[in-house]
């Protein structure tokens, strides 16, 4: 972290922020924060979940779907020693404008962040192999969701965290609901709804060890609808470090009646 660059008045800043779609509220100076629609509060709970477990001092992570970047910043202040963010929807699109909220956001925040806009459909293992992998938020966007978590598995030197809608949580088989059109939330890029022993099989099949789930901590309501969850999956070389301090939010997957609680 060294000083903010940017020279902008507070009015110039206020100005530049308003121009901007904002998903993720961040505090970029005293008294300005970004108006997202996750609110600090539910981002400081969403950082603890799901940056919490895993000693990330000297570590390289990656953030997929970086948006506005308030995990890509969070590893950064958790002592990261290299973060790339990586984005390619947000960051294009007219009225987000996510690369641009980025940018401004790093630079008011003076962080160093690697920056590289590109689709996760078209990532590969030229990129290098990272101690942790953020793939939050994308996984039901895709149309083609296990091609991707393939180009994932090449990207992860420790531990891939992936946060995703979810479904078919009565089944105790692999199952994943497909959702056309504005099916699901009136959005016509939510694609798939896989439940949590999708999730296991697949991340076992793609050579994770171990897999850990928890809750999501925003996104379950007090009827007790999980409509989203946090799947750390783990590689067997994985250092103690990133893997031995999950605490009893989260269930090893693998642990016998892991699941019992999903279904009726």
Do not use: C
Request: charged share 25%; aromatic share 10%; proline share 7%.
């Amino acid at each position: 972290m060294t000083s903010p660059r940017t020279q902008l008045s507070e009015a110039e800043l206020l100005a530049r922020i308003g121009r901007i779609t904002w998903f993720h509220s961040l505090r970029l100076r005293p008294g300005i924060v970004t108006p997202g629609a996750k609110s600090e509060a539910v981002l400081a709970r969403e950082e603890e979940a799901l940056l919490g477990p895993f000693d990330l001092r000297g570590r390289s992570v990656l953030d997929i779907g970086a948006w506005n970047g308030a995990f890509s910043f969070a590893a950064l202040r958790r002592g990261a020693a290299r973060v790339l963010a990586t984005d390619e929807f947000a960051w294009t699109h007219p009225v987000y404008r996510g690369r641009e909220s980025f940018e401004l956001a790093a630079a008011e925040l003076g962080l160093e962040v690697e920056m590289l806009q590109v689709d996760p459909t078209r990532m590969d293992a030229s990129l290098g192999r990272f101690d942790l992998v953020l793939f939050l938020g994308v996984f039901y966007h895709l149309f083609d969701p296990i091609d991707v978590l393939q180009r994932m598995r090449a990207l992860t030197r420790q531990v891939l965290l992936v946060e995703t809608h979810q479904d078919a949580l009565e089944h105790a088989a692999p199952r994943m609901v497909f959702y056309p059109g504005r099916t699901l939330a009136n959005d016509d890029t939510n694609w798939w709804g896989p439940n949590p022993p999708l999730m296991l099989h697949l991340l076992r099949q793609l050579g994770f060890a171990r897999i850990y789930y928890r809750d999501h901590p925003h996104y379950y309501p007090a009827e007790g609808n999980r409509l989203r969850g946090i799947f750390a999956a783990i590689l067997p070389e994985a250092e103690p470090a990133m893997r031995a301090n999950f605490g009893t939010e989260w269930r090893d997957l693998d642990a016998p009646g892991a699941m019992a609680d999903f279904r009726p």
